[in-house]
């Protein structure tokens, strides 16, 4: 089993100001995480509330940037088509196991064979604990506590038990009330990294915009190539971001001054 480098050694650097909109949008590749960036964190993943005027406001967005804009998800890519209907943007899903590339071109991971068996371990214990949710990912699996917050540490010591049995090829990752499985050696950054060697994006700089442990390397690939990186939360955790945003509503503001429309 590999744990994932972000659970061991938590990057060191707290440096945050108060982001300057982008000078200029034609040289801009935007990658956008959901949970937490977009929209509110709710009390279960099919509870979250899409502000009606998000979608059109990414819809201008992704025009405006000739298309260099992508959503960075730990959800599903079917998921997110659902949530943001009738838009379909291109979208790393599952933290980059899938991606969707702006030609409608699909890339996937194999599904670990291993999967199906976690899955169902993972459901019979959230069936014998009040408050746990097990949601099944195509190659990933999430086990969430957000409404038992008091089981997180029995929820992630289960989920190493059932891991460890001799399961190479995955990784744990740790996230909001949130234990997932996941495809090991995939992350957002890399999943960047792919989709800034591929049109619209090609030649542009990043800004990566996210909340989360799970967006951290997604900040350190945007760093590394100049670009720019914005951590979503008034929480004082470590990151790499080297700006900051406090909430979904400043960051959808954010979003729509980038166009002028505040
Ligand atoms: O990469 P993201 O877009 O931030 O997705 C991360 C996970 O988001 C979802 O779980 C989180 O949001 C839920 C709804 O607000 C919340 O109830 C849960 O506690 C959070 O962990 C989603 O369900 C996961 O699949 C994503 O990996």
Redesign the pocket.
């Known amino acids: 089993m590999n744990l994932v480098e972000d659970m061991t050694r938590p990057p060191a650097a707290i440096a945050i100001s108060q982001p300057e909109l982008p000078a200029e949008l034609s040289d801009l590749a935007l990658f956008l995480?959901?949970?937490?960036?977009?929209?509110?964190?709710?009390?279960?993943?099919d509870?979250?509330v899409i502000p009606p005027k998000l979608i059109p406001l990414l819809e201008r967005l992704s025009l405006k940037l000739g298309g260099a804009l992508a959503?960075?998800?730990?959800?599903?890519i079917g998921?997110v088509d659902t949530m943001f209907a009738p838009l379909k943007l291109p979208v790393a899903g599952?933290?980059g196991a899938e991606l969707r590339f702006a030609d409608g071109t699909l890339k996937g991971t194999p599904i670990h064979p291993e999967l199906a068996r976690i899955t169902e371990e993972l459901k019979t214990f959230a069936a014998e604990n009040e408050g746990l949710l097990v949601?099944p990912?195509g190659r990933?699996v999430?086990i969430?506590?957000?409404l038992n917050p008091a089981l997180g540490e029995d929820v992630e010591a289960f989920v190493r038990e059932v891991v460890d049995r001799g399961t190479d090829g995955l990784e744990i990752?740790p996230?909001?009330?949130?234990v997932?499985v996941r495809p090991a050696k995939i992350d957002?950054g890399r999943a960047i990294g792919v989709f800034l060697e591929t049109e619209p994006y090609v030649g542009r700089t990043p800004l990566v915009i996210?909340?989360?442990w799970?967006?951290e390397p997604g900040f350190r690939t945007a760093n590394a190539r100049g670009g720019r990186s914005i951590r979503v939360g008034r929480d004082k955790r470590p990151t790499e971001a080297n700006e900051s945003l406090p909430d979904p509503e400043a960051v959808r503001r954010w979003l729509a001054a980038m166009l002028g429309e505040i």
């Open positions: 995480d959901v949970d937490g960036t977009l929209i509110d964190i709710a009390p279960s993943p509870l979250v959503l960075v998800t730990g959800r599903e998921v599952v933290h949601e990912k990933a999430a969430h506590y957000r990752q996230g909001k009330m949130v997932e957002k996210g909340d989360d799970t967006d």
